[in-house]
């Protein structure tokens, strides 16, 4: 299954009798959003170092990866710290029974990493097809061992130590060891989405960990251990991913996926020993004077970012005059959701795993295509076109592939790390929805508490194919790599080529939107990397404007409504991490809707 079929997308010469590309896509236009739910805001002053900085999505999570950079480790060292810790203490969002990307800058060549999870070989086109034919409730879906992909994140973390790592392995292992075995307070934040959480109460193994005997989370500041976890994790520290991958924890993997009493999956141990980390060549976009470098397909994040920014820029640079009051205005808000809802269509129908669908035009930067985001960005009007249709970038004449229809995407966590020897990353992490397929494993031991596996297979598109029999690119296929929003992003001088920044965020299908607010914001409008992350959510998926409820007044409302859009004011919960040179140091910001800082000497 290495290889895509060129009748999946014809291009230039090869173009024969297929079907036109759609000019009507009511069929991805977005229903609302559902991202993670919120805890709350707390304010962020944004953190200044001179050497080297670690930010992460929990205190302790970023406190462990900052005793690695003091101890000389490398940004590698310091993340797999991190993801240790997020394992323990940020399970509902990530962790080693998930995947990631990993973008890497060594101080001269930059790298991307794919440790997203796969379908397993057994796993066809009709998975998320019930037997009317229809696709399964998203609810239906998701929880169980149907959704579990093979995961990535440990094989990930060891090939990238491998390549760049500086500190023994099992060294980065030791702070998350103990916390689990001594326990780690309960944050208000996992508190409240355990309050919220109802199927995750349902599997024995997590409510007997998460919940107490009168179904009740665990209080906040509660001292909960993880002896499971911590013997899985001492285990991968001493023999490396093979004990993850092989053995005992895979055999529970593989037991309570295929095992599971009522939504089974088919996950074998050969599709976990067979999992490989791929190797990208990462795709790097010029805006401005500003060469923004991220993750190429499967995921559909840079390309969908690069698309916004550049087409929100035309027909002149937007600056700090979007803002009214300290916010996104009108103006600027009805562009930004216009050229929005363009990009995702172009999502929509394009992207997926490259070992299954080819590049339009034979590369994705055809989609970047200055003199195309210029043909796109003229279709926007005084007023919302509604929803918006696929373009044709250069190169492409026919295409014999379906938009993909809306579905949720939800979950993730992410880590950006700068080390003394100014080497740098951007870790986007993830085990999809909050908690994932709801599915704790043990790992074979025996004990209390695990780590949850993740539903990742919900990625993909249910629909194989629309009306008319075309295939959908996002589609399951064996051991394929379902399409995501993760935008692990660095981002240089375009001249003399410094590093400026690394930044991303969990939120699904909105990370996009996420990442490139901060963009706009600390690029676009001047402000630090804090305040940029600080500004309200905002967006467009090709449906209704999303705007951050509470965050945005009723006469910009209102104005947006009086254009034609659809506005829908919903908690917006990203959890961007940043980290930026000023001066002759760097400065660190964190997402006030969840509980991550930076830190740095």
């Given at each position: ?104 800058w060594d101080g001269r060549q930059l790298q991307a ?291 993909q229809p809306f579905q ?194």
């Amino acid at each position: 299954m290495a290889a895509f079929s060129a009748a999946f997308l014809l291009t230039g010469g090869l173009a024969g009798a297929q079907a036109p590309v759609p000019t009507s896509t009511a069929a991805v236009a977005a229903a609302p959003v559902v991202p993670e739910g919120a805890s709350g805001l707390q304010g962020k002053p944004g953190w200044s170092a001179q050497r080297f900085m670690v930010a992460a999505a929990n205190p302790l999570a970023t406190e462990a990866g900052y005793r690695i950079l003091q101890a000389g480790g490398s940004a590698v060292d310091a993340a797999v710290a991190v993801q240790m810790v997020l394992a323990l203490v940020e399970p509902q969002s990530s962790g080693i029974g998930g995947g990631a990307f990993l973008l890497h800058w060594d101080g001269r060549q930059l790298q991307a990493l794919d440790g997203r999870e796969t379908a397993p070989t057994a796993a066809d086109e009709r998975l998320f097809l019930g037997a009317d034919g229809k696709p399964l409730p998203f609810a239906q879906a998701v929880v169980g061992g149907r959704s579990v992909g093979v995961p990535g994140a440990v094989r990930l973390m060891q090939e990238a130590h491998r390549l760049h790592g500086r500190l023994p392995w099992p060294r980065l292992f030791e702070r998350a060891i103990e916390l689990a075995e001594q326990g780690f307070p309960v944050s208000p934040r996992m508190h409240a989405l355990l309050k919220t959480e109802t199927a995750l109460r349902q599997q024995p193994q997590a409510a007997a960990y998460f919940y107490r005997a009168d179904g009740e989370p665990q209080a906040v500041g509660h001292l909960l251990k993880n002896p499971a976890l911590a013997a899985v994790l001492r285990q991968i520290a001493e023999r490396g991913s093979a004990a993850f991958y092989q053995g005992a924890v895979a055999e529970d993997i593989v037991r309570r996926v295929r095992e599971h009493p009522v939504n089974p999956g088919q996950m074998t141990l050969a599709d976990l020993a067979g999992y490989t980390v791929q190797t990208r060549a990462p795709l790097c976009t010029l805006w401005r004077v500003w060469r923004v470098c991220g993750f190429p397909p499967p995921s559909s994040g840079h390309v969908a970012v690069m698309q916004i920014l550049g087409m929100v820029d035309q027909p002149g640079p937007v600056g700090p005059q979007a803002l009214s009051d300290g916010r996104p205005g009108a103006d600027f808000l009805h562009r930004y959701a216009e050229v929005s809802r363009l990009a995702y269509a172009d999502r929509a129908l394009y992207l997926g795993d490259p070992a299954f669908v080819a590049a339009p035009g034979g590369r994705w930067e055809s989609l970047l295509d200055p003199a195309y985001l210029r043909e796109r960005a003229a279709l926007v009007g005084a007023r919302s076109m509604g929803t918006a249709a696929p373009g044709q970038p250069p190169g492409v004449e026919r295409v014999a592939l379906a938009p993909q229809p809306f579905q949720p995407e939800t979950g993730t966590s992410h880590i950006s790390v700068i080390d003394g020897e100014g080497r740098a990353l951007a870790l986007t992490t993830t085990i999809e929805a909050v908690w994932g397929a709801r599915l704790m494993s043990d790992g074979g031991t025996g004990l209390a508490g695990g780590f949850l596996l993740n539903n990742q297979l919900t990625d993909f598109s249910f629909l194989p194919a629309d009306a008319q029999g075309r295939p959908i690119a996002n589609r399951v296929q064996p051991g394929k790599r379902p399409r995501s929003s993760m935008s692990p992003t660095l981002v240089f001088d375009a001249e003399g080529g410094a590093l400026r920044m690394t930044l991303g965020s969990p939120g699904g299908a909105t990370i996009i939107h996420f990442v490139a607010k901060t963009l706009l914001g600390t690029f676009a409008f001047g402000l630090d990397a804090q305040r940029a992350i600080d500004l309200p959510n905002f967006g467009n998926l090709n449906g209704p404007t999303l705007l951050e409820r509470g965050r945005f007044d009723a006469a910009t409302a209102q104005a947006l409504q009086e254009r034609g859009h659809a506005v829908q004011q919903i908690e917006m919960t990203s959890g961007l991490q940043a980290i930026e040179r000023r001066g002759s140091g760097w400065f660190g910001g964190a997402d006030p809707r969840r509980e991550g800082v930076a830190m740095g000497d």
